[in-house]
């Protein structure tokens, strides 16, 4: 089930490295930001697989990034998962191989994909950095358009502590609270 994040501030965590790579989830974090923007979540013949409201959300962090002078690279694999969380021995040897060339790793994902990617690199100098707090989880109706516009309208969320609960008036969708990157 999808997991509501919103953007965490990371400058501090990133204020002494001089390369950063971004690595993000490819299914919860574009859910949430297009979720937000009320803008679907694919639209395969315009846009392919990326979802444009989440490519902005990680263009704006590397503009931040690329303006203190930092190297920035970006890191996404779909196959054979695209659930970081779920990551295979292969997934996380490939994004060891690439993250071994940056200071940091700054990861788009839920708590449970920045433990992927921990895992993949705990026996390296790469510092390991969450991009997004996790605050519970969505509810979402999905609609298919043709030709496969997929979007998703936020019914409700349920937090840890309130499951099973109604919760009128509950934010729409994971990027909602704060917009910008904060790096
Ligand atoms: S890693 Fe987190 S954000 Fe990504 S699919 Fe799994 S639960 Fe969702």
Not at 99 to 111: K, P, Q, T, V
Request: proline share 7%.
């Amino acid at each position: 089930m999808p997991v509501k994040v919103t953007p965490r501030d990371v400058s501090a965590d990133l204020a002494d490295v001089k390369s950063v790579l971004v690595a993000s989830c490819p299914v919860c974090p574009p859910m949430c930001a297009a979720m937000q923007k009320d803008a679907p979540f694919i639209e395969l013949f315009k846009h392919g697989i990326k979802t444009p409201a989440f490519e902005e959300h990680i263009d704006s962090i590397r503009d931040t990034l690329t303006k203190r002078r930092v190297r920035t690279g970006t890191f996404t694999i779909h196959t054979p998962t695209p659930m970081m969380c779920l990551w295979t021995q292969g997934q996380r040897k490939r994004f060891l191989k690439r993250a071994r060339e940056y200071d940091a790793a700054l990861i788009m994902a839920c708590d449970s994909g920045t433990e992927s990617a921990m895992d993949a690199l705990e026996e390296t100098e790469c510092k390991v950095v969450q991009g997004l707090d996790m605050e519970g989880v969505i509810n979402a109706t999905t609609s298919i358009r043709f030709p496969l516009v997929i979007s998703m309208k936020p019914r409700r969320e349920r937090a840890d502590q309130g499951s099973g609960q109604n919760r009128p008036g509950g934010d729409q969708g994971g990027m909602a609270d704060r917009d910008a990157a904060q790096v």
